[in-house]
């Protein structure tokens, strides 16, 4: 369901199936006891992360607003999190995390997103799983080096999980020559208009000229 990778949509999300589902939160996060800690709720974020990194201009919210969500979760800053279900958050006196979250709206939403109704299946295989790098190697100083690094194959959006082009958005049709193009630098899949020039590109293992989209053309012909 699309609305679910909306801002608010995803706030519907955590509340139905994590807060009023009654999660443990307290007890997970080792609050209580360390035998009880498990990282479940992290694990569900990472995984999130993992279908926006394939699917980028399909969530409404960018990694920041993970990142955010989580910091939230684990720190006890608000009452959303707090103890494990809501009749006892009921008594806490603490902020609210969507309040938190929707004063920051203009920073964590992707400028990038757009409506896509078509369901997205993305790529389980162990060889498409990133590191998320947003959250646990931010503090050191060598990510900087990891982030620019990239040599490793590029994520392919699968053809089947894609009907419109990334760009213009209009459907690919065979029988009008409204073929699928992936582009070679970011993945995504674009019409013959809109992927349609070539070139080099070393830091992706790519030293002969490979088709890319008009978008990341620019992106790497423009770059100092």
């Given at each position: 369901d699309p609305y679910y990778r909306t801002y608010p949509g995803f706030q519907v999300l955590i509340e139905r199936e994590w807060l009023s589902f009654g999660h443990r939160f307290h007890d997970r996060l080792g609050k209580a006891h360390p035998s009880q800690r498990?990282?479940?709720?992290?694990l569900f974020l990472d995984a999130v992360h993992q279908i926006l990194v394939q699917f980028p201009d399909v969530f409404e919210f960018t990694q920041d607003y993970l990142t955010v969500l989580c910091d939230l979760f684990s720190s006890g800053w608000t009452t959303t999190f707090l103890r494990?279900?809501?009749?006892?958050?009921?008594?806490?006196?603490?902020?609210?995390?969507w309040d938190v979250l929707d004063a920051m709206r203009t920073d964590l939403t992707n400028g990038r997103y757009y409506l896509n109704t078509n369901p997205i299946i993305p790529r389980v295989s162990l060889r498409h799983i990133v590191l998320w790098?947003?959250?646990f190697l931010r503090f050191d100083w060598w990510r900087e080096t990891l982030a620019e690094d990239r040599q490793g194959p590029v994520v392919w959006v699968p053809d089947h999980a894609v009907q419109n082009c990334h760009l213009c958005h209009e459907r690919f049709n065979a029988l009008k020559f409204k073929r699928k193009h992936h582009c070679r630098?970011?993945?995504?899949?674009?019409?013959?208009?809109?992927?349609?020039?070539?070139?080099?590109?070393?830091l992706k293992n790519y030293t002969t000229p490979v088709?890319?989209?008009?978008?990341?053309?620019?992106?790497?012909?423009?770059?100092?």
């Open positions: 498990s990282p479940i709720f992290l494990n279900c809501p009749q006892e958050r009921s008594s806490a006196d603490r902020l609210q995390l790098r947003e959250y630098s970011c993945g995504n899949i674009f019409c013959g208009n809109c992927a349609s020039k070539r070139i080099c590109i070393p088709l890319v989209c008009d978008k990341c053309y620019q992106e790497h012909t423009t770059s100092p």
